[in-house]
């Protein structure tokens, strides 16, 4: 009887991951030998694998290739793309690397198309967790989950972007909205995940990350070729050129300023947020994107003011949400 009703079990789970929408995944890597066996790994013990997983390997000087390589024999839905070598690391590189394992994917049936970075691990449910939110709102434009580091971070509790916002690292598009938002912008400077989202929910798609599964990011944000200093000034940057309200600016300065590394991090947030407006940096968004982030951003602010007015600790996860 518990034989039975175990294989009755079992089939009605295999029934319901059939029913999720099939999809593809496309990872960007260069220079990821230190941790993207940790990847390989996760996607191996999937309970639902993608119908292909196309890594490019984007000009790697390491043995990223290698360590790839030898997951192909047993893995046949991966596939390794080379391409040329290039000087340096780039988020342009990112967007074109994406766009070549775009054309490898494009004629596959998929219903969602995700972006996996070669630097995080995640339990093998994941994506049939994320699927299974897919399958449940034909309104869901772009999902993911929080992520955690080293040193206790965790992005629903030490970020302010909010449960609308999907952290680039691990990001999955209906394939509708993908093709509406015309994939990732190829900005030399970054924010291509910040864009793509943003630009989903300005068109109208819901976005979404959830706090019932994490993924573990095991390099630090923002750190790829520079020091944590360095990777605050150069956030501050980009957070002009993505078009930050100064309001939302100096709230972020003065949390950063008591946050790791405190106040040499918040002081290089700013300035790096000074040095782009006094260039007048080039901004690589539309007036109209522009004004809807500000306008997110500043019903942000009025949420946590709200919050501390009623000496309540705001929630940064479901800041600003309707």
Sequence with gaps: MA????SAGSAAASAARRALPPYVLITPAR??????????????????RPLKWVIVDDGSTDDTAAIVSRYLPANPWIELLPRPRRAERTFAGKAHSLAAGYERVRYLPFEVIGNLDADISFEPDHFEFLLERFAA???LGVAGTIFRQDGGYSSDRDSFEGSRYVAGQCQLFRRACWEQIGGYVPNPAGGLDW??????????WETRSYRE????????????????????FSYGQKDYY??????????????RAVRPPYVVGGLALGLGYGWAALRRLPRPVSRELMRFHRREQLAKLRAICAALARGRKPDAFTLGER
């Design 3 to 6: 034989a039975t009703m175990a």
């Design 31 to 48: 220079n990821e030998a230190a941790f993207i066996e940790k990847t390989l790994g996760s996607m191996a013990a999937q309970t639902v």
């Design 137 to 139: 709102n034909p309104k």
């Design 195 to 204: 864009i793509a989202v943003t630009t989903a929910r300005m068109r109208g």
């Design 213 to 232: 599964r994490a993924f573990f990011h095991h390099r630090r944000l923002g750190t790829a070729e520079r020091g944590p200093v360095a990777a605050m």
């Design 242 to 255: 993505l078009g930050g309200h100064p309001l939302w600016q100096a709230f972020r300065v003065a949390y």
